[in-house]
């Protein structure tokens, strides 16, 4: 059973199954299609049949076609004219670049909310950080990586900026995949747990220096995992060579 807090925000949490078979058009297809690569279901190199998912989805092949544009657009596919279309290797230069577009992004937001000194702020982020432990104690990854994208989502509303969360969403579909591999590594959704009290016990107290630590600690923590994610999957990446 939900609890008061879940059910709340169950509504938020759902997602159209990746088999339903009735119309959905270009950007529903891109959002799943979307979802299902930043989750690792399709993984990087994977071939991607646009016939198959037409039939799949249920539609003509026209809005398979436009769905794929759009990924390809942020980088999550590759488009061979007259041949073929895979998923995109993870970019690691790129995740680079949107981790510190996050960081420089949610230390204002952070300091906007601090600023204020509005006690409700956190509430739903505080509601959020619960489902997550929750989450954990079920081993229920997947629903562990939605809430923590909810988290940084609430904290931008409450700041005023809610469209600011989709600016970073779509930046960060290489960033999300390297989590995707770090997530289960041992003490990897501790450590996130640990760090998401501690950014709201931050604002919570107006202590700006004690929560942008806390975010730069959060949101560095997959990179300094990269020589590992590097070492075990190697096939997944494209990295720059080395002058």
């Known amino acids: 059973m939900h609890s008061t807090g879940d059910a709340a925000l169950a509504p938020d949490l759902d997602f159209p199954s990746d088999f339903e078979r009735r119309p959905l058009a270009s950007q529903g297809i891109y959002g799943s299609l979307r979802r299902r690569i930043v989750d690792l279901r399709l993984k990087p190199g994977e071939l991607l049949s646009r016939a198959q998912l037409a039939a799949e989805y249920g539609v003509s ?111 960060s579909g290489h960033i999300d995949r390297l989590r995707a591999l770090n997530l289960p ?8 747990l640990d760090c998401h009290a501690d950014i709201l016990t931050g604002i919570e107290s107006a202590d700006a220096a004690a929560a942008e630590a806390a975010i730069r600690q959060h949101l560095s923590g997959t990179l300094s995992a990269l020589p590992s994610i590097i070492g075990r999957y190697p096939e997944y990446l494209e990295l720059q060579p080395e002058s």
């Open 61 to 171: 092949q026209t809005p398979v076609r436009d769905a794929f544009f759009q990924l390809q657009r942020e980088g999550l596919v590759e488009i061979f004219p007259q041949s073929r279309t895979v998923v995109a290797k993870i970019d690691v230069a790129h995740a680079r670049e949107t981790q510190f577009l996050r960081v420089a992004l949610e230390v204002e937001v952070m300091k906007t909310l601090v600023s204020r000194g509005d006690a409700s702020a956190t509430l739903r982020a505080r509601q959020i950080l619960s489902l997550q432990r929750a989450a954990v104690e079920a081993d229920d990854l997947e629903r562990f990586a939605i809430l923590d994208r909810h988290f940084h989502l609430s904290l931008c509303d409450a700041a005023g900026f809610p469209q600011l969360w989709r600016v970073i969403s779509e930046r």
């Open 185 to 192: 590594d041992p003490g990897k959704t501790t450590g996130i």
